[in-house]
């Protein structure tokens, strides 16, 4: 178990240059016209303990970042690290053997466990996939789990569509527990619930990385919910992460445009502050993925954009210790030069060079 303090230290998850594009087929022989691009060149690392959050409008990757990071798709391109073991090329063999250090929470409770199933059946495959525990001693760790995430033992013979919304998504992340994970993908867990019982949700969450020292990656869209639970904050914008930061600087001080957009429309508790506030509107749909804008992702809809916006990428950088960003409107000058890096890229372009 860790401490607060001593959460941050060592690196569990690194990712680098993570891509994940899914074929577009058409016509009798299916033949490849395409790439959904649903993550594209994405790079960051995750401490032990701690909880990040990733944040971004609907079909901007999220699921799939997650995903893809646990090995449930084949990552087109990149590097995957969970506790120094590359899994973007580990065969089924190896994936099985690490399976057990990284697990899932779904969003839809109902969906994701087997109707037909109980709750002990449910909370027990993993062991019985996994482990090889006596019958005893197996019914022993499904009550464990029970009573870790607040279930009443007496039900572990019920079936999910006995529980509530709130009960079924604690039987989830019991199931999840069950072969003690050191990392979970928290994947929208509490967007199918009622308002009133998320909170019960998150606190439950929180109070088992306390006591087990877990690892989460917290994907949502719910901005207000993000920053109650996550220590460092990413903003995905269509397949890439365009900022990435502490909590509270993200929060008081968005750098990017997009994050800056999309701050601007969570709700301010104090009417004062809130009549005040100004809102970022974008404009412009969000293009689609199988065909993303030159240059910066987020230039069709940008409020800021420049030229160079249109035709260069910006790379994803640390612009102050442990904040990063993708834009040029945070460009160094080279000073000897007069034009950074990027207006160079820009002008050889403009000149067809
Ligand atoms: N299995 C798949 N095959 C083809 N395209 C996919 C697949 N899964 C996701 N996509 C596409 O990838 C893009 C990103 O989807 P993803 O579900 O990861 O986004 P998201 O940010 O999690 O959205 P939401 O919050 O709505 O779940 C979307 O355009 C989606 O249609």
Same mark, same amino acid.
């Given at each position: 178990?860790?401490?607060?303090?001593?959460?941050?230290?060592?690196?569990? =998850?690194?990712?680098?240059?993570?891509?994940?594009?899914?074929?577009?087929?058409?016509?009798?022989?299916?033949?490849?016209?395409?790439?959904?691009?649903?993550?594209?060149?994405?790079?960051?690392?995750?401490?032990?303990?701690?909880?990040?959050?990733?944040?971004?409008? #609907?079909?901007?990757?999220?699921?799939?970042?997650?995903?893809?990071?646990?090995?449930?798709?084949?990552?087109? *391109?990149?590097?995957?690290?969970?506790?120094?073991?590359?899994? #973007?090329?580990?065969?089924?063999?190896?994936?099985?053997?690490?399976?057990?250090?990284?697990?899932?929470?779904?969003?839809?409770?109902?969906?994701? /466990?087997?109707?037909?199933?109980?709750?002990?059946?449910?909370?027990?495959?993993?062991?019985?996939?996994?482990?090889?525990?006596?019958?005893?001693?197996?019914?022993?760790?499904?009550?464990?789990?029970?009573?870790?995430?607040?279930?009443?033992?007496?039900?572990?013979?019920?079936?999910? $569509?006995?529980?509530?919304?709130?009960?079924?998504?604690?039987?989830?992340?019991?199931?999840?527990?069950?072969?003690?994970?050191?990392?979970?993908?928290?994947?929208?867990?509490?967007?199918?619930?009622?308002?009133?019982?998320?909170?019960?949700?998150? @606190?439950?969450?929180? *109070?088992?990385?306390?006591?087990?020292?877990?690892?989460?990656?917290?994907?949502?869209?719910?901005?207000?919910?993000?920053? $109650?639970?996550?220590?460092?904050? %990413?903003?995905?914008? /269509?397949?890439?992460?365009?900022?990435?930061?502490?909590?509270?600087?993200?929060?008081?001080?968005?750098?990017?445009?997009?994050?800056?957009?999309?701050?601007?429309? =969570?709700?301010?508790?104090?009417?004062?502050?809130?009549?005040?506030?100004?809102?970022?509107?974008?404009?412009?749909?969000?293009? #689609?993925?199988?065909?993303?804008?030159?240059?910066? @992702?987020?230039?069709?809809?940008?409020?800021?954009?420049?030229?160079?916006?249109?035709?260069?990428?910006?790379?994803?950088?640390? /612009?102050?210790?442990?904040?990063?960003? %993708?834009?040029?409107?945070?460009?160094?000058?080279?000073?000897?030069?007069?034009?950074?890096?990027?207006?160079?890229?820009?002008? #050889?372009?403009?000149?067809?060079?």
């Amino acid at each position: 178990m860790l401490d607060r303090a001593e959460r941050g230290h060592r690196k569990l =998850v690194e990712i680098k240059g993570l891509k994940m594009y899914f074929p577009i087929t058409a016509g009798i022989f299916r033949s490849k016209v395409g790439d959904v691009k649903a993550v594209d060149d994405v790079s960051f690392d995750i401490y032990e303990g701690e909880t990040l959050g990733l944040v971004g409008e #609907s079909g901007c990757g999220k699921s799939t970042c997650g995903r893809v990071i646990l090995r449930l798709y084949d990552p087109t *391109d990149g590097s995957i690290r969970i506790d120094g073991v590359e899994l #973007s090329d580990a065969d089924s063999g190896t994936l099985r053997k690490l399976r057990p250090t990284m697990q899932m929470v779904f969003q839809d409770p109902q969906a994701s /466990l087997n109707p037909r199933m109980t709750v002990a059946a449910i909370i027990g495959e993993p062991l019985d996939e996994h482990s090889r525990l006596s019958k005893a001693e197996k019914l022993d760790r499904i009550y464990e789990l029970m009573d870790a995430v607040g279930l009443n033992r007496n039900f572990a013979n019920r079936y999910p $569509h006995e529980f509530s919304g709130g009960q079924r998504q604690r039987i989830g992340i019991a199931r999840a527990l069950a072969l003690n994970p050191k990392f979970i993908v928290c994947d929208e867990p509490i967007a199918a619930l009622d308002v009133s019982i998320q909170a019960q949700v998150v @606190n439950l969450l929180e *109070d088992l990385q306390d006591r087990l020292g877990l690892t989460y990656l917290f994907i949502s869209h719910d901005l207000s919910m993000v920053r $109650h639970i996550a220590d460092r904050v %990413a903003v995905m914008y /269509l397949g890439r992460i365009v900022e990435l930061a502490p909590r509270d600087a993200l929060y008081d001080r968005p750098m990017h445009p997009y994050t800056q957009a999309l701050l601007s429309a =969570v709700p301010e508790p104090d009417p004062e502050i809130e009549t005040e506030r100004k809102r970022i509107i974008l404009t412009g749909d969000v293009p #689609s993925p199988a065909n993303p804008p030159k240059g910066c @992702n987020f230039c069709t809809r940008c409020p800021k954009v420049m030229e160079i916006c249109h035709n260069v990428n910006p790379p994803f950088r640390e /612009l102050e210790p442990g904040r990063f960003a %993708a834009c040029h409107l945070y460009e160094d000058t080279d000073t000897t030069a007069g034009k950074t890096a990027a207006q160079e890229e820009l002008t #050889s372009i403009q000149q067809g060079v």
